[in-house]
């Protein structure tokens, strides 16, 4: 019988770069690794809150300001991670915006359809293109790309969300395929409803209400609650896990009403 490999349930020394990092589950992964002993890129479009991110996750974290948005960006700072840890080892694709508008509204719906898509779809792939020939160098390469229970299901009002996170479960799979012969891992969590500032606007009744009918738990989840799926994924011992698309949404999904 063959010898048991040693895959270990660490990331202390590893580099993990963290993109929609100054706020909310971003914020979360990017402590969490930190406090794991994994070097962090906290990137994000809000440089000042980027900046106290990386100050609460100590000299394990530097701060990136970065668009997602923009592709010149993304390969300006993923190029300066790798300079800056010597390497990448995790990438988790965590940035989005909130897009609800009616189909209606114009220009305005055409607007946020394209920056919805861009954000939240267009950059994940970019960011894996720009990542992947550092991820190659790595003995424990690790993707996850943060998608969302709507792109499981549909919320009225909110296609161009709807149409980005359930694209970014397919180009999980994809990417799973093409990368797992090289034993680099791509998974997806799809958050449900959880207190972030996304949802701040939706008053705490309505989540109490939202929370009880919906919901197995009968609550809203903790952005710590995902950063934690988050670093069960990209722990080296999680070796045979890729391609999949797992919801963190107190069994939301599992309920029929």
């Not at 197995?216 to 995902?226: F, I, Q, T």
Request: with cysteine; hydrophobic share 45%.
């Amino acid at each position: 019988m063959s010898e048991t490999p040693n895959r270990s349930r660490s990331i202390a020394g590893r580099v993990a770069i963290v993109t929609g990092a100054a706020s909310g589950m971003g914020r979360a992964t990017a402590r969490l690794f930190a406090e794991q002993g994994a070097k962090v890129a906290v990137t994000d479009l809000d440089v000042a809150a980027c900046q106290e991110v990386a100050r609460d996750c100590g000299t394990n974290a530097r701060p990136y300001a970065l668009d997602v948005g923009d592709a010149d960006a993304i390969k300006r700072v993923v190029a300066q991670v790798a300079e800056d840890f010597g390497g990448i080892d995790i990438l988790v694709n965590n940035a989005g915006v909130s897009s609800f508008c009616p189909l209606d509204e114009g220009d305005a719906y055409e607007e946020i359809w394209a920056r919805s898509l861009a954000v939240m779809l267009t950059a994940h792939q970019r960011m894996v293109r720009a990542a992947l020939p550092h991820l190659r160098k790595s003995d424990a390469a690790r993707i996850v790309n943060i998608a969302s229970t709507e792109g499981l299901g549909a919320t009225p009002g909110d296609t161009p969300y709807v149409a980005a996170k359930t694209g970014v479960t397919g180009l999980t799979r994809g990417l799973a395929v093409d990368l797992g012969p090289e034993g680099i891992t791509v998974n997806c969590i799809c958050p449900g409803p959880i207190s972030t500032a996304m949802t701040d606007k939706v008053p705490d009744e309505h989540k109490v209400i939202f929370a009880k009918r919906r919901t197995a738990l009968k609550r809203y989840g903790d952005p710590e609650e995902v950063a934690h799926m988050t670093l069960s994924l990209v722990l080296p011992a999680a070796s045979y896990i890729t391609g999949a698309v797992i919801p963190v949404d107190g069994g939301l999904m599992a309920r029929n009403a």
